[in-house]
């Protein structure tokens, strides 16, 4: 799959995870965060402009292509990139990415700094 297949499936992913069908949301942002031998996914569901609900997505499918991703977006020479963030607008049926390769520790998220990285990942 190139890059934009594995994004549809991602957000495909979690649009059917069965956690965040418990409730409705209008939006979702997806950390994907890689250190030096272990990775960590962290969620945040909103809805009608609430704060940011953690919500991470189950199953094993997700990270796969997350790594997958990883490999389709390195670039020869250089650092593959620690942070993936993933934004999804439901209602307009977007998705937007960004990736991290300086200062990963920004979006570490921890039960200190959940809540202003969730405002700070928050889907437009």
């Known amino acids: 799959m190139n890059r934009d297949e ?12 069965p956690k965040a069908g ?3 949301w209008d939006g979702y942002a997806l950390i994907a965060w890689y250190g030096e031998g272990i990775s960590r ?5 909103y ?7 953690a919500l991470t997505p189950s199953g094993a499918e997700i990270e ?14 250089k650092a593959p990139w620690r942070v993936c ?12 990415i960004d990736f991290e390769y300086e200062d990963p520790g920004r979006w570490y998220v921890t039960p200190d700094s ?3 990285i969730a405002e700070r990942v928050r889907p437009c």
Do not use: C, Y
Request: aromatic share 2%; charged share 30%.
């Open 6 to 17: 594995l994004l549809g499936e991602i957000a495909r992913l979690i649009v059917v995870d």
């Open 22 to 24: 418990e409730r409705p």
């Open 41 to 45: 996914l962290n969620g945040f569901r």
């Open 47 to 53: 809805d009608k402009g609430q704060p940011g609900e």
């Open 64 to 77: 796969n292509r997350l790594e997958q991703l990883r490999r389709a977006t390195h670039v020869a020479g």
């Open 85 to 96: 963030i993933m934004r999804i607008n439901r209602e307009a049926a977007e998705v937007a």
């Open 114 to 116: 959940a809540a202003e």
